[in-house]
């Protein structure tokens, strides 16, 4: 079954300090990957997205992401973070094709910065 | 550009009783997705429309659940009856077909 994970349910991070949120996948074929973040009472934002070319892809708010084939990976990064990083970030994959794809969600990953 | 919109913010309902939700997509946007995302969990798929046609229904509660985009913009979502494992938010999105979804503010379900 194609689906997206987030071993994590929560992670903590010291403002200034680099931060990581992992993602795996699992996908017929070449997988198109995305990062959405979800700020409270508001809904999804795109962050960034993979689809092909440059493993490294930057995106929205000084986050990037690694785009890693031989481990599945999609796994999101900030060289220095910022109290107002946190927030619920959600990976995503597209299966399907044209019209009728479709984007399924990870369980999300809550991101706590502290001052 | 405006982005996603959606209505009501929050809503109360006492089980079994109905409830509707409003979506209005971005201008131009021909597929347009509901999305119900529970507490904890990443959103899931409802429902699918590309214009006025249904391209994905198949994790819709059909007994209870029902959706319309009549004249391909704007959407409705409906709840007849609800129960109380449907309190969660709901959430419209739309896009242009590619690669990216464009997501409303959500609607807050409270089922009691």
């Known amino acids: 079954a194609q689906s997206v994970a987030q071993p994590e349910d929560q992670v903590n991070v010291a403002e200034g300090n680099p931060l990581t949120v992992k993602c795996t996948y699992s996908?017929?074929?070449?997988?198109?990957l995305f990062w959405y973040v979800q700020y409270p009472n508001r809904g999804l934002q795109f962050l960034l997205k993979?689809?092909?070319?440059?493993?490294l892809v930057k995106g929205s708010y000084g986050f990037e992401a690694e785009f890693n084939k031989s481990q599945t990976s999609f796994h999101l990064k900030k060289p220095s973070a910022l109290v107002s990083d946190s927030a619920l970030y959600f990976c995503?994959?597209?299966?399907?094709?044209?019209?009728?794809?479709?984007?399924?969600f990870g369980s999300g990953t809550r991101l706590s910065i502290r001052p | 550009e405006a982005g996603v919109a959606q209505s009501p913010r929050y809503k109360i309902i006492e089980k079994r009783q109905s409830v509707a939700f409003w979506c209005n997509p971005i201008?131009?946007?021909?597929?347009l997705y509901w999305y119900q995302q529970i507490l904890g969990q990443g959103p899931k798929l409802l429902i699918q429309?590309?214009?006025?046609?249904?391209?994905?229904d198949s994790q819709l509660p059909k007994d209870r659940f029902s959706a319309e985009r009549l004249k391909g913009v704007d959407s409705t979502l409906k709840i007849q009856p609800a129960k109380l494992e449907d309190s969660a938010v709901y959430l419209c999105?739309?896009?242009?077909?590619?690669?990216?979804?464009?997501f409303g503010p959500g609607t807050r379900l409270t089922v009691l």
């Open positions: 429309f590309q214009n006025n046609g249904v391209v994905d």
């Open positions: 201008s131009g946007h021909a597929t």
């Open positions: 995503a994959v597209r299966v399907g094709g044209g019209s009728a794809s479709k984007i399924i």
């Open positions: 993979y689809i092909t070319g440059d493993n």
């Open positions: 996908v017929s074929g070449n997988p198109y």
């Open positions: 999105a739309s896009g242009t077909g590619g690669h990216e979804q464009f």
